[in-house]
């Protein structure tokens, strides 16, 4: 296992500024995904840690040790593709003994590996098939496995479930949360998707432009966002963001909003709006809202019996109501501040 630190990190392309004194701790054996829009940034660090994308400034250490100077095939890493990277006339066995041969493994250890790690991924009923002989789930099964025989100290995976359908995604997330379970090693997992991240990841690095704008556990993201873009990135659908009088903002989940046909009585931010549409999603329904005011926000609750175009009341209890700054900063969560309360009350319909 090992620790992953950057120091100061910054990364340029000529000109073109993609990364500038970035500190980030990725912790021994932990699962943490790097998760943001394309070209924030996160495959970049990704492959500072493989050593295929050095830093133009800055350390990167493994165990305190500076590697920015060590050979990729020296640094006790494995890095697991979106495209698989597997041989197509190599059968599976001869897929995942590639590296050992040319690391000179003997082959009864060789042979012990393949046993070992096919079994772990399973794979070894097949592993005399080729490739085209296999679902995506399977070849990428092939690369974990080839990956795993390896020993190494950090897993790194870029993106390696985007080619694979929405079911296999999903059950593929739950197998490596399994693997990881399993190995005890440190995975640096990137991806674009925050339902990948929420669903893995012990620790979420959620990015944006080449900045970190939030560290922390999925719960901690979700309930706590350290700002706009966090509330918004994370979440499906993402926090409903209103702007108020004195240009403030506050916002509230889509699941904390009550639905009433009738004005509800009691403290809270309330509106009325107009049901615009309505998707049944099995245990939830979403609705999209026209607020009095003309902004439309979501909400997800369990009630399905709402319909579009239907007039109705939203209620958010103090407790579920976040605020942020004017520069977008979150600084409170659970009830409206004193300065606050009447510009909120203030928001409310009659």
């Given amino acids: 296992m090992a620790q992953i630190e950057f120091r100061n990190v910054s990364k340029y392309f000529g000109s073109n500024k993609v990364i500038e004194n970035l500190n980030l701790t990725i912790e021994d054996g932990k699962f943490t995904v790097l998760v943001g829009s394309s070209g924030c940034g996160k495959t970049t660090l990704l492959r500072m840690i493989a050593g295929i994308g050095p830093a133009t400034s800055g350390q ?5 040790k500076d590697i920015s100077e060590v050979a990729p095939g020296k640094r006790d890493i494995a890095m697991v593709f979106q495209n698989y990277a597997i041989y197509p006339t190599m059968t599976v066995r001869e897929n995942i003994e590639f590296g ?26 097949l592993l005399s098939r080729k490739p085209s002989q296999l679902s995506g789930g399977q070849r990428q099964r092939i690369a974990l496995a080839r990956a795993m025989v390896k020993k ?12 694979l359908d929405a079911k296999l995604r999903a059950s593929m997330r739950i197998e490596l949360k399994e693997l990881h379970q399993k190995l005890k090693t440190t995975f640096v997992y990137v991806t674009h998707d925050q339902v990948e991240a929420m669903s893995m990841a012990d620790i979420i690095v959620l990015m944006e432009k080449g900045e970190i704008q939030q560290v922390g556990t999925p719960e901690e993201i979700y309930h706590e966002p350290a700002n706009v873009f966090a509330a918004q990135f994370i ?8 702007d108020m009088p004195n240009g403030y903002k506050m916002g509230y989940r889509p699941e904390s909003v009550v639905f009433t046909a009738e004005k509800p009585a009691g403290d809270g931010y309330r509106k009325k709006g107009r049901i615009v549409t309505r998707e049944m999603l099995g245990a939830e329904t979403q609705y999209k809202v026209e607020l009095s005011s003309g902004q439309a926000v979501m909400v997800k609750i369990a009630d399905s019996r709402f ?15 976040h605020y942020f700054d004017l520069s977008g900063v979150h600084y409170s969560h659970g009830g409206a501040p004193e300065l606050l309360a009447e510009v909120v009350g203030g928001m409310n319909d009659v």
């Fill in 60 to 64: 990167v250490l493994m165990n305190g």
């Fill in 100 to 125: 050992l041969k040319n690391r000179k493994v003997p082959k009864e250890e060789r042979n012990r590996l393949i046993d070992e790690y096919s079994r772990i991924v399973d794979m070894y009923n």
């Fill in 307 to 321: 319909r579009e175009k239907q007039d109705v009341w939203i209620t958010v209890e103090p407790e579920h109501l």
């Fill in 235 to 242: 979440g499906t659908p993402p926090m409903n963001i209103i």
């Fill in 152 to 163: 190494p100290a950090v897993f790194l995976m870029d993106e390696p479930l985007s080619n």
